[in-house]
């Protein structure tokens, strides 16, 4: 019976708890320009509200314009409250007129009341327009050396131009140029004294650098100069006095200023240098001192003793020179007739015992020289006037086919047999002929 009772009860509960309650309205406060505004309340409480300070913003920075080109900027504004004025275009906060106040500016504007810092100037040197400042002016330097034709003169022309050789090196230089002009350089300067040491045949204007004296330095040359500081080449030597300071025939030839007719005639090594030849350094002397081959009765005391003493026929072979000294040996080993000590015993005693064994000047190594050499001693001494050989027949150790020998008419004039000594030869009969007027002269090589 109790259930039963209970049982409507819970029912009527359980329908009141699912009725719909009344909603309740949202508080707050509803003042958009607050710092509090709650935009879901809709029930204003009174006092709710809550306001910034004036000139502030509820975060409590200072309201004001913070656009540096505002007229009312505020430099201590921490918040943008859009409040910024700004000037009419072209004129700044006062109501000035902007623009360029500098009249030598490009830009310049004669109506702007303030400088905006907008001036604008031309390249240095030159106008607005371009044209280019400077010296306008050829008769000026500064016209040639500035680096470019100028369009307007700027008072820059100071120095006269003056063009010429600006070249030391040369003649017509000019030490007041100051424009170079290198098609009037001309002329060679250098030392224009023949005498000096650096003198220059090729120069055309003197520069003052002469010096020393030319000259021949040489103490052995015949023109030796005691004064001159520089050798000029024209030492001119006497083949003598260079023979006897010790230098050598080829060296007289090679190394001095001497010619081979220079060197003939001269003495050396105990006689008279009549021939040498330079490729092999050889030579010839003729002895100063003759022998006769005559006694005081004009009877033949020496000559070949017999024929066939050489071996070889002048005229079968060329005849030339250095062949005397073989002749003399041939000589002394095919003939055996005569002697040197019994020139009177069983035959004539030889030409060539008297040449080979001569000590004269204290050489041993003298022969009778052949016809050629004796030819040599005529062209080279004696019809050049080196060396005087009076009217003489002077034999030679040169045969013909036949067995004469060769005699050399040396000399100048008429023997006394009346034959003219003009450097001819002549053949002599080879065997107990008498001649008279018969001389030999050694001679040797070097």
Not at 339 to 359: Q, R
Request: proline share 4%; net charge negative; hydrophobic share 30%.
């Amino acid at each position: 019976m109790k259930k039963l009772i209970y049982l409507p009860l819970l029912i009527i509960i359980f329908i009141s708890a699912c009725e719909e309650k009344p909603e309740l309205g949202v508080e707050g406060c509803m003042d958009e320009s607050s710092c509090n505004f709650n935009d879901e309340a809709d029930i204003q409480l009174e006092n709710s509200c809550e306001f910034a300070v004036p000139g502030y913003n509820c975060d409590d920075e200072k309201l004001g314009c913070m656009d540096q080109n505002a007229c009312n900027y505020d430099e201590n504004a921490q918040a943008y409250d859009g409040s910024c004025i700004f000037p009419e275009e072209g004129y700044n906060c006062d109501g000035q007129l902007l623009g360029c106040m500098d009249e030598i500016a490009c830009n310049y504007n004669d109506d702007a009341e303030f400088d905006d810092g907008t001036c604008v100037y031309p390249p240095p040197g030159q106008d607005c327009s371009g044209l280019l400042y400077g010296c306008t002016d050829d008769a000026y330097l500064e016209y040639y050396t500035q680096g470019f034709v100028a369009d307007i003169d700027d008072g820059s022309c100071q120095t006269i131009a003056i063009f010429g050789c600006m070249d030391q090196s040369f003649c017509s230089y000019n030490q007041f140029a100051n424009i170079d002009n290198p098609s009037a350089c001309n002329g060679l300067p250098g030392c224009m004294d023949p005498t000096t040491c650096n003198y220059n045949p090729l120069a055309d204007c003197p520069d003052g650098s002469c010096y020393g004296l030319l000259g021949c330095d040489d103490p052995i040359a015949t023109n030796y100069n005691s004064f001159a500081t520089c050798d000029d080449g024209s030492c001119v030597y006497d083949a003598q006095t260079l023979l006897n300071s010790g230098v050598t025939p080829s060296q007289v030839i090679n190394q001095y200023n001497v010619t081979l007719t220079d060197l003939y005639g001269c003495t050396y090594q105990g006689g008279i240098i009549f021939h040498f030849d330079l490729g092999n350094n050889r030579g010839l002397i003729y002895s100063t001192s003759e022998i006769s081959i005559y006694n005081s009765n004009n009877n033949v005391i020496a000559f070949w003793s017999s024929g066939q003493c050489m071996n070889q026929g002048w005229g079968s072979t060329s005849p030339n020179i250095y062949t005397g000294e073989s002749n003399t040996t041939t000589i002394e080993q095919n003939c055996n007739e005569g002697s040197m000590s019994n020139p009177f015993g069983g035959g004539l005693f030889k030409f060539s015992s008297l040449a080979s064994s001569s000590t004269f000047a204290g050489y041993n190594d003298w022969y009778l020289p052949s016809i050629d050499e004796l030819q040599v001693v005529y062209m080279n001494l004696v019809s050049t006037g080196k060396y005087f050989i009076g009217p003489r027949l002077m034999a030679s150790s040169t045969e013909d086919f036949t067995y004469n020998y060769a005699i050399m008419t040396m000399g100048t004039g008429i023997d006394i047999n009346g034959t003219q000594l003009t450097g001819n030869v002549i053949l002599y009969g080879s065997k107990n002929s008498a001649y008279t007027d018969v001389f030999l002269t050694p001679i040797r090589t070097f």
